[in-house]
């Protein structure tokens, strides 16, 4: 089955930091940009950052600037999510697809390939 597998999330405390990553499954990052995705408790999936296959383009939503760091080994087929900072707000299940851009760009028009998630928890 075409997927990523995502992992590494957990509960932390506020403040603590976690690392998540995305490890695609039956196919590579070949030209695919990627983006990481995010749902709170009763809310909306929103775009967290994404990553252009060539690492031309970076994104980040402005409630995780200069917290979260993208980055991505395409030879390993992974794409990571380090996240410093963490606050309550952060809660939610991450998720990472395939987004709209390519080599040298990305967006958060996710295309193909969600994985089922792996859920972290901000809390004291």
């Known amino acids: 089955q075409l997927q990523f597998v995502e992992s590494g999330g957990g509960l932390v405390q506020p403040g603590g930091s976690l690392r998540l990553s995305c490890a695609a499954s039956?196919?590579?990052?070949?030209?695919?940009?990627i983006g990481w995705f995010r749902q709170a408790p009763g809310k909306e999936r929103e775009g967290v950052s994404c990553i252009s296959f060539s690492v031309a383009r970076i994104m980040y939503a402005d409630s995780v600037k200069g917290r979260f760091t993208i980055s991505r080994d395409n030879a390993k087929r992974t794409v990571y999510l380090q996240m410093n900072s963490l606050k309550p707000e952060d809660t939610g299940v991450y998720y990472c697809?395939?987004?709209?851009?390519?080599?040298?760009?990305?967006?958060?028009?996710?295309?193909?390939?969600w994985g089922k998630g792996t859920l972290v928890t901000v809390s004291s």
């Open positions: 039956g196919f590579t990052l070949d030209y695919y940009a």
């Open positions: 697809a395939v987004v709209q851009g390519g080599s040298s760009d990305c967006t958060y028009n996710a295309l193909r390939y």
